[in-house]
Each structure stands twice: as structure tokens, then as C-alpha cells.
């Protein structure tokens, strides 16, 4: 009953940025944390970004200092800025979020389809 549609991937050179959006609808009373994760070919899915309903963040070593989380709870919608990226940082990139239908419901995380980023040399 939730869906997450991702946005904003695409093909960068290094250095370049790019600005992903995942927009949550459906049905749900709230929307708790919100997260980035991605996987590259041949690995495990990692996290990347985290931010909770009250605006804490967290972020992976290998992205600190170069990507931003962020979060529109007028629009349900959680992003990820990402800046001077590296060719490392290929992979497809995946939303998730904690939204219970009722307050009788805990943990009801959703995953999206994943947006792919591409960064070449």
C-alpha cells in the first residue's frame, strides 16, 4: 500500500553531482526514517544515508563530506545531493522508508526500484 518512486540517476563524470529524489505514496499515518541504500554489481546492498522524522542524519565513511540527506515531509519526499563523485560510487541506488499504516504498526519498512548511477572516469 506504499509505493516510492526514485529519481535523478543518470550517467556523471568524476567530480560531477547529481540530486536524487524518492516521493512515498500511498497509504500510511506517518512517515519515521528515511534512508539511501546502494548496491554495486557484485555486492552486498550498503547504506549509504539516513535521516529520522526529527532531522538526525548519518552517513556512510566513504560519502562524508560529499553527499547530503535531506527530507520534505510536506511532500513525503526524502533526497540525497550528492557531490564530487567517483566512479566508486556506481551503483543503483535504492530509497527506503519506515511508514506504518496505523499506530498499532512498527517497522513497515518500503523499498523502491532503484535509480541507477553511472560515473565514469
Not at 22 to 27: H, K, N, Q, V
Given at each position: 500500500?506504499?509505493?516510492?518512486?526514485?529519481?535523478?540517476?543518470?550517467?556523471?563524470?568524476?567530480?560531477?553531482?547529481?540530486?536524487?529524489?524518492?516521493?512515498?505514496?500511498?497509504?500510511?499515518?506517518?512517515?519515521?526514517?528515511?534512508?539511501?541504500?546502494?548496491?554495486?554489481?557484485?555486492?552486498?546492498?550498503?547504506?549509504?544515508?539516513?535521516?529520522?522524522?526529527?532531522?538526525?542524519?548519518?552517513?556512510?565513511?566513504?560519502?562524508?563530506?560529499?553527499?547530503t540527506i535531506s527530507r520534505d515531509n510536506a511532500k513525503n519526499t526524502v533526497y540525497l545531493q550528492m557531490n564530487s563523485l567517483k566512479p566508486?560510487?556506481?551503483?543503483?541506488?535504492?530509497?527506503?522508508?519506515?511508514?506504518?499504516?496505523?499506530?498499532?504498526?512498527?517497522?513497515?519498512?518500503?523499498?523502491?526500484?532503484?535509480?541507477?548511477?553511472?560515473?565514469?572516469?
Open positions: 500500500q506504499v509505493q516510492l518512486v526514485e529519481s535523478g540517476g543518470g550517467l556523471v563524470q568524476a567530480g560531477g553531482s547529481l540530486r536524487l529524489s524518492c516521493e512515498a505514496s500511498g497509504t500510511f499515518v506517518r512517515i519515521n526514517d528515511m534512508a539511501w541504500y546502494r548496491q554495486a554489481p557484485g555486492n552486498q546492498r550498503e547504506l549509504v544515508a539516513g535521516i529520522t522524522s526529527g532531522g538526525r542524519r548519518n552517513y556512510a565513511d566513504s560519502v562524508k563530506g560529499r553527499f566508486e560510487d556506481t551503483a543503483v541506488y535504492y530509497c527506503n522508508v519506515d511508514a506504518p499504516g496505523s499506530d498499532y504498526e512498527f517497522g513497515m519498512y518500503y523499498w523502491g526500484k532503484g535509480t541507477l548511477v553511472t560515473v565514469s572516469s
